[in-house]
């Protein structure tokens, strides 16, 4: 069956750098594109980010555009975020999903960041 | 202030039908495909709707999407206590590049 697992999460402090790992199994990972989507404490969702099955095109969000890089390592069936210059605003459960027609269809549990001093 | 636009909250009681609105734009509802989802409490959110009114495997078929120009709905029938839980709507966004999300409904079976 499908499965996303969500690693990487923590506490840390402003300003600092986290990175975030979702491995995949049970599909075709080389076959998919990947989405990064957060949610903050009980608030709604926000798009992070997607990646193209290949790699080769990245599209992000506005709040976190140029702090953040999505990338994959289809060898490893690895989907990975790279959270530089966190704000206290990134505090959030980060949840990896798999792509249908470039939205979200299946979603792992999540992994925890807390950005505080 | 979420791209697509869904009531905070919505109820109703045991076997009534429910539906949950979902506006948004030219750019993204009006042109493009509408996924919804499930989030029970302290879980994952969970595919309920793909491509406006498609159901994926295992999702019962009380739940219904469907979608009129840059507005889509879910509609849900015979309510039950386990539907209790927040629904969102997502689209892709051209203008954005990138996917947009409604701010969420909390749904309450009475």
Known sequence: QVQLVESGGG????????????VASGFTFSGYAMHWVRQAPGKGLEWVAVISRDGSNKYYSDSVKGRFTI????????????LNRLRPEDTAVYYCARDGRWLPDFWGQGTLVTVSS | QSVLTQPPSASGTPGQRVTISC??????VGLNPVNWFQ???GTAPKLLIYDNNQRPSGVPDRFSGSKSGTSASLAISGLQSEDEADYYCAAWDDGLTGVVFGGGTKLTVL
């Open chain 1, 71 to 82: 990338s994959r390592d289809s060898s490893r069936n690895t989907l990975s975020l790279q």
């Open chain 2, 23 to 28: 506006s948004g734009g030219s750019s993204n």
């Open chain 1, 11 to 22: 506490v840390v402090q402003p300003g600092r750098s986290l990175r975030l790992s979702c």
């Open chain 2, 39 to 41: 989030q029970l409490p």
